[in-house]
């Protein structure tokens, strides 16, 4: 064959169609989901075919040398990028490297274009992200730039916790017609709660460690969340707005319908 295949899924196909023999299968099979770099990270190029979307990198503890690298491997199979916790330091060297990548200061997120991973109808899709305060904007807006890195429409309504509820019932128009929604808190958490009594989609929760001493660094805003009455509330871990917005991504993923006459892949 002219060219190595470079995923599990060519790999499978090449052999089926006796391309490729079951030795060669076999000794492909590891370097196709996977690359090393740097001798201390093993990039996943498999993850797009087996979950929809490519694999995430996360920022921070990684050296420039090392993220650059990371990225240049994701860039060649031509995959979109999306790194999370990402220091200023770090992005000037990515955006030394990669003049298209696009860094959110505010949410430490970095993003690379490469192959769309989303139908280009996705957009059309709405996942709006809403903040309870101003206080909680930088992990909102990771998740909102994990939304937009998915391919979805990802507005932000910021500011309409429960100290002025009436914020919130302005805004409520806002939300009509959304797959699902990212609701971020800290404090005592209450909002998703609020939110989800006013709409029928899913509601992910993500608690910030925003707020006072007995906020114990956004446990309380978690235990609030999970303790929430409003059904349709399910809540991540604390700060973790790439969690929240990939789970509400997911879940909008599920509204794209497949192409008349389209196979899967």
């Given at each position: ?173 806002e939300l009509a ?10 404090m005592e958490g ?76």
């Open positions: 064959m002219d060219a190595k295949p470079n995923t599990f899924v060519e790999l499978c196909r090449a052999h089926a169609d006796g391309r490729i023999s079951a030795e060669v299968f076999w000794q492909e099979v590891g370097s196709a989901s996977g690359r090393t770099v740097s001798g201390s990270a093993t990039v996943d190029l498999d993850r797009i075919q087996r979950c929809g979307f490519p694999e995430v990198v996360f920022g921070q503890g990684k050296t420039n040398e090392c993220l650059v690298e990371v990225i240049t491997v994701l860039r060649r199979a031509e995959q979109v990028v999306l790194c999370t916790r990402v220091s200023p330091d770090q992005a000037a060297h990515v955006v030394a490297r990669f003049p298209d990548a696009a860094y959110s200061s505010e949410g430490r997120t970095l993003r690379v274009p490469g192959h769309q991973v989303c139908r280009t109808d996705a957009f059309k899709i709405r996942v709006p992200v809403v903040t309870a305060g101003s206080a909680d904007l930088p992990v909102a807006e990771e998740a909102r730039q994990t939304l937009l890195w998915m391919g979805f429409d990802a507005p932000c309504i910021v500011d309409v916790g429960v100290a002025g509820p009436w914020r919130l019932l302005s805004r409520l128009h017609g959304a797959a699902a929604i990212v609701v971020v808190a800290g209450a909002l998703p709660s609020v939110v989800g009594g006013h709409v029928p989609c899913p509601v992910i929760a993500v608690p910030t460690s925003v707020g006072y001493g007995a906020n114990f660094q956004g446990l309380s805003a978690l235990l609030g969340m999970l303790n929430s009455c409003a059904a349709n509330v399910v809540p991540v871990n604390i700060d973790a707005g790439f969690k929240g917005g990939y789970f509400a991504g997911l879940i909008a993923a599920s509204h794209i319908r497949p192409e008349a006459g389209s196979e899967p892949s």
